[in-house]
């Protein structure tokens, strides 16, 4: 692979070289850091700071470091490379190809993960596989267990069967990541080329089966489906125990299902942070994405919009009439309504979804399979339903016993 074009240096603009220079920077160390592929944003900072010496000081230390195959923990510089690597990586769905661009951060998703790494194969500098886990405790069959998340497997386009898979599946994990009971994933229904990799590289060496099931959401047109209801307001803290009695209501007794706690859904609308971020830590989701529907003067429905299209599109293309669509969502986290008012739940939907139109976003995702009763006061919408394989997988050793399994799992949009 090393002929491949992606592995020539990058170019310095002229003006930021021009900058450079007027800050007292030696010739050629902005070139040391395109050569090194630090992200445009890093070279902005480090061009804001006053001390050269300490500039070059770290410049040479990484220097030292191994510039061959590296399988790492990915780290802030990594935001463009992996960017870069999603936008080159293709799936093959049927007669479609599916690009999965994720960017400007493309963290952004793991950062509502519980315990998130993402692993990243690096050559030279350019970002040629990475993959993605978080671990979390929640409930399955009833059983309080531990469970990991595994997605976001890419291959850069024209590298795919050249070992980066395997090496994926082989390198040590993080070591603070938790060791889960149950893994679990999933693929849309019509990778078929996903499915191959994951039946003869993982199925056919493990002693333990993989569990298939399905797992279903439903897309709304943002625009058809807009309805904006002046009972929805923004979520204020003293609501937070109302929604989380809402949501575990909502959700009650489904498999990767957690019950939440204040605590819980406090932390998840922090964002990550309390105070101020940096510029360059963009907003995922917070305290103004969660909204409540009240009515005769009680909370009856919370639910909040993750703003994903912000950095994750869905770019599709048919390969032999040329179409082309681009799919931004919005994604509903964190619903709950009170006993039979579906209805409120419907309107609030209905109210989220013209704030994804405002958005500029194409598509509100919202995952309704086990509540039949809002399906039904939102069928009028005309949702389209998108369902991928659930595989699962439990860890064996002798004396390690896990007797529950997946069989009705929840849909946090997060981890989809
Ligand atoms: C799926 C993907 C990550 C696999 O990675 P890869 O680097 O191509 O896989 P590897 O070359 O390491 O292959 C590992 C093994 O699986 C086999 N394999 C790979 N793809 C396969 C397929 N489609 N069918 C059957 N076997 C397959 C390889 O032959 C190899 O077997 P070996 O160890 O006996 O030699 C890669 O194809 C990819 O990025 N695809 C596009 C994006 C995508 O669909 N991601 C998954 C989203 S869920």
Same mark, same amino acid.
């Given at each position: 692979?090393?002929?491949?074009?992606?592995?020539?240096v990058p170019?310095v603009?002229?003006?930021r070289r021009?900058r450079a220079a007027e800050a007292g920077w030696p010739d050629g160390l902005i070139d040391r850091m395109a050569a090194r592929r630090w992200p445009e944003w890093r070279q902005e900072l480090y061009l804001g700071l006053p001390d050269v010496e300490q500039i070059q000081r770290e410049m040479a230390d990484l220097e030292r470091l191994d510039w061959?195959?590296q399988?790492r923990?990915?780290t802030w510089d990594d935001?463009?490379?992996?960017?870069?690597?999603?936008?080159?990586?293709?799936?093959?769905?049927?007669?479609?190809?599916?690009?999965?661009?994720?960017?400007?951060?493309?963290?952004?998703?793991?950062?509502?993960?519980?315990?998130?790494?993402?692993?990243?194969?690096v050559?030279?500098g350019?970002?040629?596989?990475?993959?993605?886990?978080?671990?979390?405790?929640?409930?399955?069959?009833?059983?309080?267990?531990?469970?990991?998340?595994?997605?976001?497997?890419?291959?850069?386009?024209?590298?795919?069967?050249?070992?980066?898979?395997?090496?994926?599946?082989?390198?040590?994990?993080?070591?603070?990541?938790?060791?889960?009971?149950?893994?679990?994933?999933?693929?849309?229904?019509?990778?078929?080329?996903?499915?191959?990799?994951?039946?003869?590289?993982?199925?056919?060496?493990?002693?333990?089966?993989?569990?298939? =099931?399905?797992? +279903?959401?439903?897309?709304? &047109? *943002?625009? #058809? @489906?807009?309805?904006? %209801?002046?009972?929805? $307001?923004?979520?204020?803290?003293?609501?937070?125990?109302?929604?989380?009695?809402?949501?575990?209501?909502?959700?009650?007794?489904?498999?990767?299902?957690?019950?939440?706690?204040?605590?819980?859904?406090?932390?998840?609308?922090?964002?990550?942070?309390?105070?101020?971020?940096p510029?360059f830590?963009?907003?995922?989701?917070?305290?103004?994405?969660?909204?409540?529907?009240?009515?005769?003067?009680?909370?009856?429905?919370?639910?909040?919009?993750?703003?994903?299209?912000?950095?994750?599109?869905?770019?599709?293309?048919?390969?032999?009439?040329?179409?082309?669509?681009?799919?931004?969502?919005?994604?509903?986290?964190? =619903?709950?309504? +009170?006993?039979?008012?579906? &209805? *409120?739940? #419907? @309107?609030?939907?209905? %109210?989220?979804?013209? $704030?994804?139109?405002?958005?500029?976003?194409?598509?509100?995702?919202?995952?309704?399979?086990?509540?039949?009763?809002?399906?039904?006061?939102?069928?009028?919408?005309?949702?389209?339903?998108?369902?991928?394989?659930?595989?699962?997988?439990?860890?064996?050793?002798?004396?390690?016993?896990?007797?529950?399994?997946?069989?009705?799992?929840?849909?946090?949009?997060?981890?989809?």
């Open positions: 692979m090393s002929e491949h074009d992606v592995f020539a170019a603009p002229a003006e021009c061959g195959l399988v923990e990915a935001d463009e490379r992996i960017a870069d690597l999603f936008a080159q990586s293709t799936e093959r769905l049927g007669d479609w190809d599916l690009t999965v661009e994720r960017g400007p951060n493309p963290f952004a998703q793991m950062r509502l993960h519980e315990n998130g790494h993402v692993k990243v194969v050559d030279r350019v970002a040629v596989a990475a993959s993605m886990y978080s671990g979390r405790s929640s409930c399955v069959g009833g059983q309080k267990l531990s469970v990991g998340w595994i997605g976001g497997w890419r291959v850069r386009n024209g590298m795919h069967r050249s070992g980066y898979g395997n090496l994926l599946l082989c390198a040590p994990e993080a070591a603070l990541q938790p060791f889960p009971a149950i893994r679990y994933w999933y693929v849309r229904t019509e990778n078929v080329n996903a499915l191959g990799f994951v039946q003869h590289a993982v199925q056919d060496r493990m002693p333990e089966p993989i569990d298939k =099931l399905t797992a +279903a959401v439903h897309h709304y &047109d *943002a625009v #058809a @489906a807009a309805r904006p %209801d002046s009972r929805v $307001r923004p979520v204020e803290p003293t609501d937070i125990a109302r929604c989380v009695e809402l949501v575990n209501r909502t959700h009650h007794g489904l498999d990767l299902f957690r019950p939440y706690t204040v605590g819980f859904l406090e932390g998840r609308l922090d964002d990550g942070y309390w105070g101020p971020k510029s830590v963009a907003p995922v989701y917070g305290w103004p994405d969660l909204h409540v529907l009240e009515d005769g003067g009680e909370v009856v429905a919370c639910a909040g919009l993750w703003d994903r299209g912000r950095d994750l599109r869905e770019q599709w293309r048919h390969r032999t009439t040329g179409e082309e669509r681009e799919v931004t969502s919005a994604c509903v986290l964190d =619903l709950g309504f +009170a006993e039979g008012r579906a &209805d *409120a739940m #419907a @309107a609030l939907l209905g %109210d989220l979804a013209a $704030r994804t139109a405002a958005l500029g976003r194409t598509t509100l995702v919202v995952a309704l399979e086990f509540l039949p009763d809002v399906q039904g006061a939102v069928a009028w919408a005309e949702p389209t339903v998108e369902r991928r394989h659930l595989e699962t997988i439990v860890f064996g050793e002798p004396g390690f016993e896990v007797s529950a399994a997946v069989t009705r799992p929840y849909t946090d949009l997060v981890y989809w």
